[in-house]
């Protein structure tokens, strides 16, 4: 189990898994940094790389903390057909 400072949530199961789906999508949600919590900003540390003509890599941080990686990979040059997105660190 990861080490966390985080207090545990009151809710129990069944009220957890209804906070978590999304009827929208049919999925259960498992938010990211920005989608995480309402009012959340990322700003001046989101580094964006060109890879390639075709892929960029955006590094996130918060308070010169490393938080994660993403690279986005494109059809072309365009940038306007997406392929995949995956976090690589």
């Avoid at 949530?9 to 498992?30: A, C, H, M, P």
């Avoid at 919590?37 to 060109?50: L, Y």
């Amino acid at each position: 189990m990861a080490t966390t400072k985080k207090s545990y949530s009151d809710l129990d199961q069944q009220q957890i898994f209804k906070r978590s789906y999304n009827e929208e999508s049919g999925t259960l949600g498992v938010d990211g940094f920005v989608a995480g919590k309402v009012g959340r900003k990322v700003v001046r540390s989101i580094t964006t790389t060109n890879v390639a003509n075709d892929t960029e890599v955006f590094t996130f941080s918060e308070n010169g903390e490393h938080l994660f990686t993403i690279q986005v990979v494109y059809a072309d040059d365009t940038l306007a057909t997406l392929v995949s997105v995956e976090r690589t660190a």
